[in-house]
């Protein structure tokens, strides 16, 4: 398996292996392909890697900057985030974001939040029930990881396509 940067010919890929992947996901509805889309057009895609195996896009995640209190001060967030349902639990999204945060590091970036189970988000690294809310949600599925610097306390908010799609 290899994890490297999306290719513009991996656009059609990306979508029907991400609209596959949350479709029968009961807390999806069926945003996650039209977020990934947006934030490509709007330039907020900070970060598309896929995962590939014998020449087949089998996993994605995508990292887009997020603001806390308003200030972007070097944060991002991870999501979505996809396999293919015949390769899950096989490592494939845990290899994608450690070499994400990986890249966001060498970026220099000061930290990544997600909106997630802490049960899969704490094994690679994520803390809840901190400094961060959003939207109300419980603090515990309200995840960050710091790089550097003191964890920012507030208000946590996604780039404008996650409003688009109702998040």
Same mark, same amino acid.
């Given at each position: 398996?290899?994890?490297?940067?999306?290719?513009?010919?991996?656009?059609?890929?990306?979508?029907?292996?991400?609209?596959?992947?949350?479709?029968?996901?009961?807390?999806?509805? %069926?945003?996650?392909?039209?977020?990934? *889309?947006?934030? @490509?057009?709007?330039?907020?895609?900070?970060?598309? /890697? !896929? $995962? #590939?195996?014998?020449?087949?896009?089998?996993?994605?995640?995508?990292?887009?900057?997020?603001?806390?209190?308003?200030?972007?001060?070097?944060?991002? %967030?991870?999501?979505?985030?996809?396999? *293919?349902?015949? @390769?899950?639990?096989?490592?494939?999204?845990?290899? /994608? !974001? $450690? #070499?994400?945060?990986?890249?966001?590091?060498?970026?220099?970036?000061?930290?990544?939040?997600?909106?997630?189970?802490?049960?899969?988000?704490?094994?690679?690294?994520?803390?809840?029930?901190?400094?961060?809310?959003?939207?109300?949600?419980?603090?515990?599925?309200?995840?960050?990881?710091?790089?550097?610097?003191?964890?920012?306390?507030?208000?946590?908010?996604?780039?404008?396509?996650?409003?688009?799609?109702?998040?």
């Amino acid at each position: 398996m290899l994890i490297r940067p999306e290719r513009p010919d991996d656009v059609d890929a990306i979508d029907r292996l991400t609209i596959a992947a949350f479709e029968p996901q009961s807390f999806s509805d %069926g945003s996650e392909a039209p977020i990934i *889309r947006s934030l @490509r057009a709007s330039g907020d895609l900070t970060l598309s /890697l !896929v $995962a #590939e195996d014998d020449g087949d896009v089998i996993g994605h995640v995508a990292f887009s900057p997020v603001t806390i209190d308003g200030a972007h001060d070097g944060w991002f %967030g991870l999501g979505p985030i996809c396999v *293919r349902l015949d @390769r899950q639990r096989r490592g494939v999204g845990r290899a /994608l !974001v $450690a #070499e994400g945060l990986r890249r966001l590091r060498d970026r220099e970036a000061r930290g990544c939040a997600l909106i997630g189970d802490p049960n899969i988000y704490g094994r690679l690294g994520f803390t809840g029930n901190g400094p961060l809310s959003h939207l109300g949600l419980d603090r515990a599925a309200v995840q960050h990881i710091t790089f550097s610097g003191p964890t920012p306390r507030g208000e946590l908010r996604f780039a404008p396509a996650f409003d688009a799609a109702g998040h």
